[in-house]
């Protein structure tokens, strides 16, 4: 974990990049540093007036705080993959190119996770619908959208074989929920259960 403005976030892994770019997004929002990582606060031309010379210095002075924000957010073990970059913006860039990977084998791996999730019963309801939501996510910003029926499907599919009442009873209505009423019924079905 690490302290940002006495706000703590998991270091950036393999495995975490979705909820470590919401987080460093929100810390440097607050600190006024977004606008240089996304490239929208460009760095002033130099003109070699007083001036200007003052703007450009807040410019590299602004965006190497928002670098070490970033940087510092970071597991040890992936540093060496930005260790070149000059600026915010070019270290960002470099990150989605290496964690946001739109290509063949990414999508494939998600779908299949997507398809082969199977929640154990010693598993939390919450934890898998969370995990399983994630890779929907993810393949949505790949561009790939699951039908509604198929996404309630697959999640009934999911669950346990302890939830097989459960999953007939759902089966047998007339129309499918949606995945979203799915969601809520199946977090109160493993709520009950624990009762």
Known sequence: ?????????????????????????????????????????????VTGNADNATAVAKWISDDQKAKADIILSIHPSELSQIKNCKTSHELWTKLQNIYESKEPKRKTTLLKQLLFTKMTDSKNMNEHINEFFMLVDK???????????????????????????????????????????????LIEEASARKK
């Open 1 to 45: 974990m690490i302290m940002a403005s006495n706000i703590a976030i998991e270091r950036l892994s393999k495995d975490n990049y979705d909820s470590w770019k919401l987080q460093i997004e929100a810390i440097l929002v607050k600190n006024d540093h977004w606008n240089f990582v996304t490239g929208a606060e460009r760095k002033p031309e």
């Open 139 to 185: 393949l949505k910003e790949m561009e790939i959208e699951i039908a509604n029926d198929l996404l309630t499907i697959l999640l009934l599919y999911s669950i346990p074989e302890s939830y097989e009442n459960f999953r007939i009873s759902i089966e047998s209505r007339d129309e499918l929920p949606s995945s979203e009423t799915l969601k809520i019924k």
